[in-house]
């Protein structure tokens, strides 16, 4: 993450404590480090229990924001326990003796690991941490399931995938794994076919939800006969205490994990959340177009331009709000590139010049992604640049963006 974007952060919660894991210096700030950290991990402390209130805030996870600037999403305390209260179940064996432990693969700022780590927590469950160098090779990942005695999964489809790409990735190598709990993106019969044909004594879980209502708020197991009919796979059916509408083709969660909104932002706020008056129940709206068959929930696309690439929630606008700040640029459209149906890439259509155009494209495209990576994480920096003379308008003057996936 971008110190610029830190910084952001920082300035949004006010006055926060820091706990660096990396070398980390803020002015404003008191900075504990990971030295300290680790220092302090081993000495033995008392375990002091901490009363909380059902309002209070649990945890502030920032996620990227269409303006430019991330965005924290708000939870309290009772949205946790009323989420940890169901998540725990999946995490249930009928013999304990014989039970692997929990992997977390998602980062501390990605809410899928509040799923493996609190639901570990309350469960009394072991939790194994991927770290980050680790999951940069398949096979280092592999042998970490083994080493650990995995028998819990909790990842995006695309971690996955990645995972079924080494054929030794089966039952027989791997038996102690015994299930596959799916969040935060399209899980495909591709995939879900593939890992019932080289795991079939395994669950296969797909739970779906936004960061604004706590990780996740509906369920489903997928058996063999979703992969046969003619829909894409269901994302399930709501949690206790959750209920699911769709309004206008959009996905409306109501219920008792509906966060608070967005940390010191009432505009944003009152444009995404507000209370049913006749229930008095938070509500959300998601954003995401879905639709429900046989009480069942099936999510069909964006209805905005928020993405997901591989596993990163991402706003374009807040690349394009980024990619304007570049001396020289004067608009800019983002676009994500698909194969077989799957977002693989982003690019990135600029209007103006910047100071070393004539250098060439080549030279160009970098200045600008030099800049990018000062502001925006990795996994935001478009991996292509083009430039175009003008940018194309709508009849009613918008960006054309279905014109420029034609140039894509
Ligand atoms: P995040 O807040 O990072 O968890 O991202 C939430 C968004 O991810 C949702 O609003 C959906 O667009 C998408 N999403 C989450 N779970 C699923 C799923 N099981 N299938 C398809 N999309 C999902």
Known sequence: MPYVRIQDIINTIGDPLVLANEVF???????????LILEKSHEKGKVTEIETEDDKTMYIIFTSGSSGKPKGVEISSDNLNRFTRWSKEFFQ????????NIMNQAPFSF??????TYSALVSGKTLCLLDKDRQKEVHSILSFLKEMNIGYTVSTPSFINMLLADKGFNENNYPNIKQFLFCGETLSKETAKALMTRFPKSKIINTYGPTESTVAVTSVEIKKEHLDDHH???IGKPKPGTYVYIENEEIIISGDTVGKGY?????????????DNKTGMRCYKTGDKGYIE?????????????IKLHGYRIELGDIEAN???VDGIEDAVVLPKKK????????????GSVPCQSDGDFAASKYIKSFLTEKLPHYMIPKKIKFIDEMPLTSNGKKDRKRLEELL
């Open 111 to 116: 809410d899928l690991s509040v799923m493996d």
């Open 294 to 306: 046989g009480g069942m929930l099936y999510y069909s696309g964006r209805m905005d331009n928020q």
């Open 340 to 351: 077989d149906g799957q977002i693989k890439s982003l690019t990135a259509f600029v209007t």
């Open 25 to 35: 210096e803020a002015p404003d700030c008191t900075v504990i480090s990971r030295d």
């Open 323 to 325: 990619l304007i700040q």
């Open 232 to 234: 894409g796979l269901p």
């Open 93 to 100: 064996a009928d013999n304990d003796s014989e039970d692997g």
């Open 263 to 275: 940390y010191k932002d009432e505009k944003k706020t009152e444009a995404a959340f507000f209370t």
